[in-house]
C-alpha cells in the first residue's frame, strides 16, 4: 500500500511483550493518547538500561487503562535515536503512570535513565483506530510518518479497507493516529502495521495487498483524500508495562 506512494502526493505512512491496547475495543482506542520519547543508548549501556526500567516498573501499579513500552528501533532509525519510550493513557486522564511511587523514588530513575541515554524529540497524539493484534507472534511494527490533505477521509478509507479484507490482518495489529503536538518532522498522522519475518513480513502484506486485495486498494487510492509520506521505519517492542 505505502510502498509506492515513493514520497508523492496522490488520491487515494506487569512485563509483557503484548501493546497495552491490544486486548482493548475500537472505541477504547479512539480514547487513548500517547506521548513518544525519543533516546539513543550510550555506548555499552543497553543491558543496564533495561534492568533500570524492570527494577523501577515491574510489578509496579500502573494506571488504570495506561501502559508504558520500551521500543527498539530497527530498520530507519529516525533522528540518529536507537529507542523510544512510549506512554499510552486515557485522553484527559493526568497523573502519573506508575501510581504510588514516591517523587524521590521517580526522580532517582530518572536520574539513573539520564545517566545512559541521550534524549532527542518528544511528541504527542491520540489514536484513532486500532485493529489488534498478537504482538508475540508479529513483533515487528512498521511505523509510516504522514502528512494528510483530508484526515476525515484517510480514516474512512483505512477503515474500509482493512474492514474490507476479512482476516487477512488476524493477529497483525494495525493502527492509525495523529500526531498533535512536537511533530518531529511535520507530519501530522502515522500508521503502523505489525508483522513477522517467518510468513514473510511487510513485502508479503504489500504483495497481497497488490494482488489478493487490488481493487480494495484501488478505491484506497481513490477515496484517502490525498497523502504525503514523511518517514517510515520499524521497531521491535521490548518492553510493556501494563
Not at 535513565?113 to 489514536?127: L, N, P, Q, T
Not at 507472534?137 to 484517510?154: D, G, M, R, T, Y
Amino acid at each position: 500500500m505505502f510502498d509506492i506512494i515513493n514520497h508523492k502526493l496522490f488520491k487515494m505512512k506487569k512485563i509483557t511483550l503484548i501493546l497495552i491496547i491490544l486486548s482493548v475495543n475500537l472505541l477504547m482506542a479512539q480514547n487513548m493518547s500517547y506521548t513518544v520519547y525519543e533516546f539513543k543508548v550510550k555506548d555499552q549501556a543497553g543491558s543496564g538500561l533495561v534492568q533500570e526500567f524492570d527494577a523501577f516498573w515491574k510489578d509496579a501499579k500502573i494506571q488504570e487503562n495506561g501502559a508504558f513500552n520500551v521500543e527498539k528501533y530497527r530498520r530507519g532509525a529516525p533522528r540518529g535515536m536507537t529507542h523510544r519510550m512510549v506512554r499510552f493513557s486515557e485522553i484527559g486522564r493526568t497523573g502519573h503512570m506508575r501510581e504510588g511511587a514516591t517523587n524521590s523514588e521517580r526522580s532517582l530513575f530518572w536520574a539513573k535513565v539520564r545517566d545512559k541515554v541521550e534524549f532527542g524529540a518528544s511528541f504527542s497524539g491520540r489514536m484513532l483506530s486500532w485493529l489488534p493484534g498478537d504482538f508475540t507472534a508479529n513483533p515487528i511494527v512498521q511505523i509510516w510518518h504522514l502528512k494528510l490533505e483530508n484526515p476525515s477521509a484517510f480514516k474512512s478509507a483505512h477503515d474500509k479497507f482493512f474492514n474490507s479484507i476479512g482476516n487477512y490482518m488476524d493477529g497483525k495489529a494495525v493502527g492509525f493516529g495523529t500526531i498533535d503536538v512536537g511533530s518531529p518532522d511535520g507530519a501530522t498522522h502515522w500508521v503502523a502495521i505489525a508483522t513477522n519475518q517467518k510468513d514473510g513480513g511487510l513485502l508479503k502484506v504489500h504483495h497481497d495487498f497488490d494482488n489478493k486485495f487490488r481493487k480494495q486498494q484501488s478505491e484506497w487510492f481513490e477515496a484517502n483524500g490525498g497523502i504525503e509520506i514523511i518517514d517510515n521505519f520499524s521497531l521491535t517492542i521490548n518492553r510493556s508495562y501494563n
